[in-house]
């Protein structure tokens, strides 16, 4: 009795106007059954961290300097859970790099070419006239629809409350999960929607596209005319009109490619490859780039040669539109992959060259060691945090021509072979 008390009075802090100081006592010494959620609460408690309440109350405090009532937050906490699979998914994601073709074969496997088809179909008049709006594709919309969410399917179910909440708790990257949380219950306070229906995936992505709540504060439409951007329900509307928004907001010109498969030349310069080196069209044309079936490069702008695995995989031009994607996701495989899979829903094909298959990805403490390895060898990488950048590129790049090896910047263990 005397730790049911104590709890209580913990939560007393943390939602007064469930137990308010006038009333708390009445608590103990009546047989009236307690508030709802204030039994959730010590239900759920069995389950928590002692300091989850104690965070909570904490959290509280600055989520009131944010501008959030403490009506919105009583609603949004009623019934909150601390998530223990939340934080095993935080803790045990693959500590491996997957390999480019493994992602695209799941990305832009067959069946999500057909759904993905099958998607534009059925939406052909609501991506019509987003595609006006927001003059971005709707092939493209589509391709980042089915990537997020499978057109649709799989949203997550997961309240944000409690998983944001958990990840904040948590401490590992808490500063950016407590800003995102605040967001949700800005997202709440708003009306756009209710906190039990505000679901999504464990990292805290939401809806039909997967926005980060911050994103969704600042990028999200009410494209329906309803008054709420609702990006939850079975209605993509708003869902596929933000993402479209969110890409124009960064840039997408029209009418232009995100990029394309091409064909380079024997005794290619594999040192001019990368994101960050761009040329004219005229210019790579010169030195022998070709479209993957012969054809010239359309002129769409200053343009880059990208090689996800190296030089026995395949090659790409990228335009400024693969930048902007890159906007939603960084990950080139990402960007490659929303880019390829509209190019397959238009009716495209499938891409020419083939992957060298049998590398294998580099585990996490591996990738730190060939960053240290370089830099010791003088190849200076800027950290060594195990995240392959432009900086680490680069220097693999001069450590392969020192080696002779084609200097194509893919990272491979045969790299870390040599660095040994």
Do not use: C
Request: net charge positive; aromatic share 10%; no cysteine.
């Amino acid at each position: 009795m005397r730790a049911l008390i104590a709890l209580l009075a913990v939560l007393v802090q943390v939602f007064p106007i469930m137990a308010t100081p006038a009333n708390a006592g009445a608590v103990e010494a009546s047989h009236r059954p307690m508030p709802r959620a204030v039994k959730e609460m010590i239900v759920q408690t069995a389950t928590r961290p002692a300091g989850y309440i104690s965070w909570i109350r904490d959290f509280r405090g600055r989520a009131r300097a944010e501008g959030i009532s403490d009506r919105t937050f009583e609603a949004a906490f009623s019934g909150v859970s601390y998530r223990q699979d939340v934080i095993e998914k935080d803790r045990n994601q693959s500590e491996f790099t997957k390999q480019i073709w493994e992602y695209l074969d799941r990305a832009v496997s067959d069946k999500r070419v057909a759904n993905g088809r099958d998607a534009v179909r059925r939406q052909r008049n609501l991506l019509e006239a987003i595609e006006r709006t927001y003059r971005v594709e709707a092939e493209v919309v589509a391709a980042i629809w089915g990537l997020e969410s499978s057109y649709g399917d799989f949203r997550g179910d997961i309240p944000m409350v409690d998983a944001l909440s958990t990840l904040a708790y948590d401490g590992r990257r808490g500063r950016f999960f407590e800003q995102q949380l605040i967001a949700v219950l800005k997202i709440i306070q708003a009306g756009d929607v209710a906190p039990r229906q505000m679901t999504g995936s464990w990292a805290g992505a939401m809806g039909h596209t997967q926005f980060i709540p911050t994103s969704y504060l600042a990028y999200a439409v009410d494209f329906t005319g309803d008054g709420k951007r609702d990006i939850w329900s079975e209605n993509p509307a708003d869902a596929l009109a933000s993402t479209a928004a969110y890409l124009k907001r960064f840039g997408w010109t029209y009418g232009q490619p995100w990029g394309m498969e091409v064909a380079l030349p024997r005794g290619f310069d594999y040192s001019q490859t990368g994101s960050r080196n761009k040329k004219s069209v005229g210019e790579w044309s010169a030195m022998g780039v070709r479209q993957a079936d012969g054809s010239a490069i359309p002129d769409h702008g200053p343009a880059s040669i990208l090689l996800p695995a190296g030089a026995r995989g395949a090659a790409f031009v990228i335009f400024k539109n693969f930048h902007v994607i890159a906007r939603y996701n960084a990950a080139d495989a990402y960007v490659i992959g929303v880019g390829h899979l509209s190019d397959r829903i238009r009716g495209g094909g499938e891409l020419r060259a083939g992957w060298p298959r049998g590398d294998r990805g580099l585990l996490f403490a591996e990738r730190r060691e060939m960053q240290q390895r370089l830099t010791a060898m003088g190849y200076d990488t800027m950290g060594a945090d195990g995240i392959i950048g432009p900086n680490t590129l680069r220097a693999i790049k001069r450590f392969q021509a020192a080696q002779g090896m084609v200097p194509d910047g893919y990272v491979s263990y045969e790299i870390l072979r040599r660095l040994r």
